[in-house]
């Protein structure tokens, strides 16, 4: 019915008003969680998952930018949000993906008994946000796109991740509506870190998400229908990042430029990666049979 509608769209604009306020109380959560000290590194010795994220041995690219292994034991909330803002940006990541992913992210904690630390945590940050990407993205992005952000890691190298990181958390990524909205009830919760929000704010991420909450109210035009800007959306009909779009080395053009060159597209992802992404995509299906209602259509009900 037309009150339905209304409703639902009334909810999304909704959530869209609160997206900026959520992303900067995700990345304080994420933040606040890692850990730096010298004594993590001796408890996780023997933890397979922690070896397998220690972003270190995976430094040993010729070509490789030096500002990652320069960058690999800053664990400052300037340095966290900045490449957090950056991979969703240049990605065309959205804000419940990257709320879906330290959900996920929890979850492979809990079961590894991982600790976040300041050598794991962006390995673990790209693998648990490109599978919350496949999983709630009719178009999600291609691994050899996400490993062009982030050369630190060769397609190969993320599918591995990937899939360790499906085995460990038994392919439970299943996210139903009502844990997803207790969730954000917490993040609201959070007391942000002034330097995060400042960050998120001056962001190139935060005007495009400005841009989205005006765009989530049609504007009229002369002939009585809806008009709404969706650029960026058709990018990812394609899988595409701004990275594949450009062709260009994006660290350079964003304000920070923490994060290393990016390489000419590659002909597609190997068989591992496109069997995990068919079998996330297939669980996907499933759950959207059984009337799991979307994200952003539901949020609203109990955060809003």
């Not at 790209?126 to 982030?150: C, G, H, I, Q, Y």
């Not at 991740?161 to 969730?183: A, G, H, R």
Request: glycine share 2%.
């Amino acid at each position: 019915s037309s009150s339905f509608v209304k409703a639902e769209e009334t909810t999304a604009q909704r959530f869209s008003a609160l997206q900026t306020q959520l992303l900067c109380a995700a990345i304080h959560f994420f933040h606040r969680h890692i850990r730096s000290d010298a004594d993590v590194l001796q408890r996780m010795e023997g933890n397979e998952m922690f070896r397998l994220f220690f972003e270190v041995p995976y430094h040993n690219k010729p070509e490789l930018n030096r500002i990652f292994p320069e960058s690999v034991h800053d664990c400052s909330a300037l340095h966290v949000c900045s490449f957090i803002l950056s991979i969703l940006h240049q990605g065309i990541f959205s804000v419940s993906a990257f709320i879906v992913s330290v959900i996920y992210l929890s979850r492979f904690k809990e079961s590894s008994r991982i600790t976040l630390h300041a050598c794991t945590w962006r390995p673990l940050f790209l693998t648990s946000l490109l599978l919350a990407d496949k999983m709630w993205e009719d178009k999600p992005v291609r691994n050899s796109s996400l490993a062009k952000l982030f050369p630190v890691l060769s397609n190969v190298e993320l599918n591995r991740m990937e899939s360790q990181f499906l085995d460990e958390i038994k392919f439970n990524v299943l996210v139903k509506p009502d844990l997803f909205c207790s969730f954000c009830e917490k993040l609201l919760a959070e007391q942000v870190h002034q330097e995060i929000s400042r960050c998120v704010i001056q962001s190139e991420y935060a005007v495009t998400l400005q841009a989205e909450c005006v765009d989530s109210i049609p504007a009229k035009v002369p002939n009585g229908k809806p008009q709404v800007n969706n650029t960026e959306k058709v990018a990812r009909t394609n899988g595409m990042t701004k990275a594949d779009m450009h062709q260009v080395s994006w660290w350079q053009s964003y304000s920070i430029p923490f994060f290393g060159r990016c390489l000419e597209d590659s002909f597609g992802d190997s068989l591992a990666g496109m069997t995990t992404c068919l079998l996330v995509r297939s669980a996907r299906w499933v759950l959207r049979k059984g009337r799991l209602f979307s994200f952003m259509k539901c949020c609203g009900r109990k955060v809003l």
